[in-house]
C-alpha cells in the first residue's frame, strides 16, 4: 500500500523539473515505459488506448478528403534509398540498416524504414501509366525506425508509430492544393478540435525543409514550458521523387510528363504534446475526445452499505457506456482518496462519485478534471450533464491553450532583446529575417532558437533582419523546440 502511494505522490515539481515532471506523468499515468532495448518505449494498454483514439479522429479525416489506406514494405533496398540524393543525405545518419538473413549475409543490405517516399516511389512508377491514374491518394499506418542519439518517451525514440500519406497528381498546382489541404482541413481541425491544441501553420525554411522536397508545411504547437513542437508536417515534393524514379504518364495532349507528389505525416508524438500542453502539477488533463476513459465511476463503500452501492455504480455504467466510454473503479484495499489521486493522474475527464448520502438524494456526485469543479446531479439528468460537461470541458482545455500561446508571442526587432526573451521567457518572438541561411544559422548557434515555420499571413510593412540588420518584408517566429 505505502508503494502505491507513491505511485499517486511522486511527481516532480512541473515548475521546478519540467522533463523529469513530464517522464513521471507518462509513466506513472501508465502511458508508456522503458525497454532493455536503448531508445526504444513500449506503449501500454491506456497509453496505446489514447493513441487508438487519436488515430481514429485523424483516419476518418483522411478518408473524408478521398484517401484510401496501404500498407508497403519495412524493408527498402539500397539501392532503391539511394536514388534521390538529397533525400538519403538528409537520412543517412539515422539509418539502421539489416545486413544478414538468418546466418546468409545479404547480397544487398536493407534500411528498415526511415519514411517509405523511395519504396512507394518504385511502385508509383509500375502503376502510372496514363493520365487516368492519377490521382493516386494512399496513406498507410505504420511503424517507423530512426537510430536517434537522444531519445524521451514519445517525443523522439529510435522507433515510433505514425501515418504517412503519399499522392501523386498530374500538376503542379493539384499538388499544392493537396499539400494546404492536408495541412489545414485535415491535420489543423485534427489537431485543434479533437486534441484542442492551438497551433500556428507556415512554411519551413529551406534548411529546415524535408530532404528533397519541394516545399514543407508545417504545424507548430507551444508546449508549457515555452518550447515548440512539430505537431504534423506536409510536403510538396515536386517533381524531384518522380524524375529519380521514372514515374511518368501519358497526359490527355498525348505528352509524357513528370507526376507531381506530396508526403505528409503526423507522429505518436502527438501524445507526448498532449501531456505537455494540458498537464498539471497533479498528472494528464486528456481531452474528452480522446480521452480513453472519458467518466470514471468511483462507488463510495462502507460495509454495510457496499452491496447497494455497488449495484447503483454498475446501473450507472450501464446507461452512461451506451454513449461514452465509462469505467467504474471496485477496487478493494484502496481508499477512495487514492483512487482520486489516481485518475487524476491518468486525466480522466470527468469523475463521478457515489455514495450513500447521494444514494439517498437520489443524486451522483461529477467531478471535472480541467477546474476541479464538484457538481451534484440528479440522476434522471445524468446522461444530458455528463454530454454537456464534456463538451464543455473539451472547449476549455482549447481555449485555455490559446490564450497561454497568444500570450507567449512577442515581438522585436533588437537582437539582444531577442537573446533575453529566448532564454528567459521562451515562447514565440515573431521578427523580421532576412532569408540568409548564414543568419538563421548564426541565430541558431547562438540561442539555440530555430526558425518554426514563415507564417502564410504577411504584414505589408517591412523591417530589418533581427540579425544582419538588412531590409525585409519575411516575418518568422522563432523558437527552441523538441
Same mark, same amino acid.
Given at each position: 500500500?505505502?508503494?502505491?502511494?507513491?505511485?499517486?505522490?511522486?511527481?516532480?515539481?512541473?515548475?521546478?523539473?519540467?522533463?523529469?515532471?513530464?517522464?513521471?506523468?507518462?509513466?506513472?499515468? /501508465?502511458?508508456?515505459?522503458?525497454?532493455? #532495448?536503448?531508445?526504444?518505449?513500449?506503449?501500454?494498454?491506456? !497509453?496505446?488506448?489514447?493513441?487508438?483514439?487519436?488515430?481514429?479522429?485523424?483516419?476518418?479525416?483522411?478518408?473524408?478528403?478521398?484517401?484510401?489506406?496501404?500498407?508497403?514494405?519495412?524493408?527498402?533496398?539500397?539501392?532503391?534509398?539511394?536514388?534521390?540524393? %538529397?533525400?538519403?543525405?538528409?537520412?543517412?545518419?539515422?539509418?539502421?540498416?539489416?545486413?544478414?538473413?538468418?546466418?546468409?549475409?545479404?547480397?544487398?543490405?536493407?534500411?528498415?524504414?526511415?519514411?517509405?517516399?523511395?519504396?512507394?516511389?518504385?511502385?508509383?512508377?509500375?502503376?502510372?501509366?496514363?493520365? $487516368?491514374?492519377?490521382?493516386?491518394?494512399?496513406?498507410?499506418?505504420?511503424?517507423?525506425?530512426?537510430?536517434?542519439?537522444?531519445?524521451?518517451?514519445?517525443?523522439?525514440?529510435?522507433?515510433?508509430?505514425?501515418? %504517412?500519406?503519399?499522392?501523386?497528381?498530374?500538376?503542379?498546382?493539384?499538388?499544392?492544393?493537396?499539400?494546404?489541404?492536408?495541412?489545414?482541413?485535415?491535420?489543423?481541425?485534427?489537431?485543434?478540435?479533437?486534441?484542442?491544441?492551438?497551433?500556428?501553420?507556415?512554411?519551413?525554411? %529551406?534548411?529546415?525543409?524535408?530532404?528533397?522536397?519541394?516545399?514543407?508545411?508545417?504545424?507548430?504547437?507551444?508546449?508549457?514550458?515555452?518550447?515548440?513542437?512539430?505537431?504534423?508536417?506536409?510536403?510538396?515534393?515536386?517533381?524531384?521523387?518522380?524524375?529519380?524514379?521514372?514515374?511518368?504518364?501519358?497526359?490527355?495532349?498525348?505528352?509524357?510528363?513528370?507526376?507531381?507528389?506530396?508526403?505528409?505525416?503526423?507522429?505518436?508524438?502527438?501524445?507526448?504534446?498532449?501531456?505537455?500542453?494540458?498537464?498539471?502539477?497533479? !498528472?494528464?488533463?486528456?481531452?474528452?475526445?480522446?480521452?480513453?476513459?472519458?467518466?470514471?465511476?468511483?462507488? #463510495?463503500?462502507?460495509?454495510?452499505?457496499?452491496?447497494?452501492?455497488?449495484?447503483?455504480?454498475?446501473? #450507472?455504467?450501464?446507461?452512461?457506456?451506451?454513449?461514452?466510454?465509462?469505467?467504474?473503479?471496485?477496487?478493494?484495499?484502496?481508499?477512495?482518496? *487514492?483512487?482520486?489521486?489516481? *485518475?487524476?493522474?491518468?486525466?480522466?475527464?470527468? $469523475?463521478?462519485?457515489?455514495?450513500?448520502?447521494?444514494?439517498?438524494?437520489?443524486?451522483?456526485?461529477?467531478?471535472?478534471?480541467?477546474?476541479?469543479?464538484?457538481?451534484?446531479?440528479?440522476?434522471?439528468?445524468?446522461?444530458?450533464?455528463?454530454?454537456?460537461?464534456?463538451?464543455?470541458?473539451?472547449?476549455?482545455?482549447?481555449?485555455?491553450?490559446?490564450?497561454?500561446? /497568444?500570450?507567449? #508571442? $512577442?515581438?522585436?526587432?533588437?537582437?539582444?532583446?531577442?537573446?533575453?526573451?529566448?532564454?528567459?521567457?521562451?515562447?514565440?518572438?515573431?521578427?523580421?529575417?532576412?532569408?540568409?541561411?548564414?543568419?538563421?544559422?548564426?541565430?541558431?548557434?547562438?540561442?539555440?532558437?530555430?526558425?518554426?515555420?514563415?507564417?502564410?499571413?504577411?504584414?505589408?510593412?517591412?523591417?530589418?533582419?533581427?540579425?544582419?540588420?538588412?531590409?525585409?518584408?519575411?516575418?518568422?517566429?522563432?523558437?527552441?523546440?523538441?
Amino acid at each position: 500500500m505505502e508503494k502505491d502511494m507513491e505511485f499517486v505522490k511522486e511527481i516532480a515539481s512541473k515548475e521546478k523539473n519540467f522533463p523529469q515532471w513530464y517522464v513521471d506523468v507518462v509513466r506513472k499515468a /501508465e502511458l508508456a515505459d522503458y525497454t532493455t #532495448i536503448k531508445g526504444c518505449m513500449v506503449i501500454r494498454p491506456y !497509453g496505446y488506448g489514447l493513441w487508438e483514439n487519436m488515430q481514429a479522429g485523424l483516419d476518418r479525416r483522411i478518408k473524408e478528403t478521398g484517401h484510401k489506406n496501404a500498407y508497403f514494405p519495412l524493408f527498402i533496398p539500397e539501392s532503391l534509398l539511394k536514388k534521390e540524393a %538529397e533525400h538519403v543525405e538528409g537520412f543517412a545518419p539515422e539509418v539502421a540498416w539489416v545486413t544478414y538473413g538468418g546466418s546468409q549475409k545479404l547480397e544487398e543490405r536493407m534500411a528498415i524504414r526511415p519514411t517509405s517516399e523511395a519504396i512507394i516511389c518504385s511502385l508509383y512508377s509500375k502503376w502510372v501509366r496514363s493520365w $487516368r491514374d492519377l490521382p493516386i491518394l494512399l496513406n498507410q499506418w505504420v511503424n517507423i525506425v530512426r537510430w536517434e542519439k537522444v531519445t524521451r518517451l514519445f517525443l523522439r525514440t529510435t522507433e515510433f508509430l505514425w501515418q %504517412e500519406g503519399h499522392t501523386a497528381h498530374k500538376s503542379e498546382q493539384e499538388a499544392e492544393e493537396e499539400t494546404l489541404k492536408i495541412l489545414n482541413q485535415v491535420y489543423r481541425d485534427y489537431i485543434e478540435k479533437d486534441l484542442a491544441i492551438p497551433v500556428i501553420v507556415g512554411r519551413k525554411t %529551406e534548411k529546415e525543409k524535408f530532404a528533397g522536397a519541394l516545399h514543407t508545411y508545417t504545424l507548430e504547437a507551444l508546449m508549457s514550458d515555452g518550447k515548440m513542437l512539430q505537431a504534423g508536417t506536409s510536403h510538396n515534393l515536386g517533381q524531384n521523387f518522380a524524375k529519380a524514379f521514372n514515374i511518368k504518364f501519358l497526359d490527355e495532349d498525348q505528352q509524357e510528363k513528370y507526376v507531381w507528389q506530396t508526403s505528409w505525416g503526423t507522429t505518436t508524438r502527438l501524445v507526448g504534446a498532449l501531456v505537455m500542453v494540458h498537464g498539471d502539477e497533479r !498528472g494528464l488533463k486528456l481531452p474528452p475526445k480522446v480521452a480513453p476513459v472519458q467518466v470514471i465511476i468511483v462507488p #463510495i463503500m462502507f460495509d454495510k452499505n457496499k452491496k447497494e452501492v455497488l449495484e447503483k455504480g454498475e446501473s #450507472i455504467r450501464t446507461i452512461l457506456k451506451k454513449d461514452f466510454r465509462v469505467e467504474i473503479d471496485i477496487r478493494d484495499g484502496y481508499t477512495p482518496g *487514492w483512487k482520486f489521486n489516481e *485518475w487524476e493522474m491518468r486525466g480522466v475527464p470527468l $469523475r463521478l462519485e457515489i455514495g450513500p448520502k447521494d444514494m439517498a438524494q437520489g443524486q451522483v456526485m461529477l467531478v471535472r478534471r480541467d477546474t476541479g469543479e464538484k457538481i451534484a446531479v440528479k440522476e434522471e439528468k445524468l446522461a444530458e450533464t455528463v454530454k454537456e460537461l464534456l463538451d464543455n470541458i473539451q472547449e476549455n482545455l482549447f481555449t485555455r491553450a490559446k490564450k497561454f500561446l /497568444e500570450e507567449n #508571442i $512577442r515581438e522585436t526587432s533588437d537582437y539582444n532583446e531577442f537573446k533575453k526573451i529566448i532564454e528567459k521567457q521562451r515562447g514565440l518572438i515573431k521578427t523580421y529575417w532576412c532569408g540568409s541561411k548564414d543568419c538563421e544559422d548564426k541565430i541558431k548557434e547562438e540561442t539555440k532558437a530555430s526558425i518554426r515555420c514563415i507564417p502564410f499571413e504577411q504584414e505589408e510593412a517591412s523591417g530589418k533582419c533581427i540579425y544582419c540588420g538588412k531590409e525585409s518584408s519575411t516575418l518568422v517566429y522563432f523558437a527552441r523546440a523538441y
